[in-house]
Nanobody, 121 residues
Framework: QVQLVESGGGLVQYGGSLRLSCAAS????????MGWYRQAPGKQREVVAA???????NYADSVKGRFTISRDGAKNTVYLQMNSLKSEDTAVYYC???????????????WGQGTQVTVSS
């Protein structure tokens, strides 16, 4: 069984900062990619940022230069530092991990329960 638990969401003023954390636990053999997605009301879930096990990162154009994703491999934890927050960043943020639970198994996607980020103007 694998669990992804997010923390760090909340209410912040326009231009403020928040740091999200997501810890993966359980029967994990290896994690290939960890990332953050978000879903605003009435919109589809979209990728925000992702980081591979080698540290390569990718960001949505809308957050480049404002958000930073990082990872602690030893703790199976991924972070999202969000600066210069805007109203359009308001959404539920979901942690995602592409991992396998055995060395012979295939990689599968796992999701956290989501954490609300609200930016007030």
């Amino acid at each position: 069984q694998v669990q992804l638990v997010e923390s760090g969401g909340g209410l912040v003023q326009y231009g403020g900062s928040l740091r999200l954390s997501c810890a993966a636990s359980g029967s994990i053999f290896s994690i290939a990619v960890m990332g953050w997605y978000r879903q605003a009301p009435g919109k589809q879930r979209e990728v925000v940022a992702a980081i591979t096990s080698r540290g390569s990162t990718n960001y949505a154009d809308s957050v480049k230069g404002r958000f930073t994703i990082s990872r602690d491999g030893a703790k199976n934890t991924v972070y999202l530092q969000m600066n210069s927050l805007k109203s359009e960043d308001t959404a539920v943020y979901y942690c995602n991990a592409l991992l396998r639970t055995t060395d012979w198994g295939r990689f599968q996607n796992y999701w956290g329960q989501g954490t609300q980020v609200t930016v007030s103007s």
